[in-house]
C-alpha cells in the first residue's frame, strides 16, 4: 500500500515550489482587490500596509473605514463576494460582523480591518503598524494610501 501511495502523491517538500516573490504578488492582488470592492460601497480612508516584513501575522493589512454599521457589514459583505468571485477564496474567519463597529477578516496573507470612525480613532492602528510600507491604491481618489 504504502508504494501505492507514495506513486499517487508527490511526498517531498519541494513537490509544489511557489517563489516568494509569486506568492507576494498574489497576496498585493488580493489585497487591491479587497480595496477595490471597498470603493464600491463608499468606504473611506482606506490603507493599504504591506507588514510582511514586520509582522509574521499576515503580507498585508488593508484598513477603511465605513460611517454606519449598516455601511460596515456592506462593505464586509462587497469584500466577501468580490474575493469569492475572483480568487475563490473566503475568510478564514470573520469578526465583528453582528455588532458592525469593527469587522475583521482574515484571509491569511491579507487581513481586513473596517471599523467605524470612532473605533478607528481610538485603536489608531495606523500609527501601531506606522513602521510598515504604504501602498498606493489605484483610483481611490484621495481616500488613503
Given at each position: 500500500m504504502t508504494e501505492s501511495l507514495r506513486g499517487n502523491f508527490p511526498l517531498t517538500k519541494n513537490a509544489v515550489s511557489i517563489s516568494k516573490t509569486d506568492t507576494e504578488a498574489t497576496s498585493k492582488n488580493l489585497a487591491l482587490t479587497i480595496a477595490e470592492a471597498a470603493l464600491d460601497r463608499k468606504a473611506v480612508e482606506i490603507i493599504l500596509l504591506d507588514v510582511a516584513e514586520v509582522s509574521y501575522l499576515s503580507d498585508y493589512f488593508v484598513m477603511m473605514t465605513g460611517y454606519s454599521k449598516v455601511q460596515v457589514r456592506a462593505i464586509a459583505e462587497a469584500i466577501e463576494g468580490q474575493v469569492?468571485?475572483?480568487?475563490?477564496?473566503?475568510?478564514?474567519?470573520?469578526?465583528?460582523?453582528?455588532?458592525?463597529?469593527?469587522?475583521?477578516?482574515?484571509?491569511?496573507?491579507?487581513?481586513?480591518?473596517?471599523?467605524?470612525?470612532?473605533?478607528?480613532?481610538?485603536?489608531?492602528?495606523?500609527?501601531?503598524?506606522?513602521?510598515?510600507?504604504?501602498i498606493f491604491i489605484p483610483n481611490s481618489h484621495g481616500t488613503g494610501g
Open positions: 469569492e468571485i475572483d480568487w475563490q477564496r473566503r475568510p478564514l474567519r470573520t469578526e465583528g460582523k453582528a455588532e458592525g463597529t469593527w469587522v475583521l477578516q482574515d484571509y491569511g496573507d491579507v487581513i481586513v480591518h473596517i471599523v467605524m470612525p470612532r473605533e478607528r480613532e481610538f485603536y489608531n492602528l495606523e500609527a501601531f503598524w506606522g513602521h510598515a510600507e504604504r
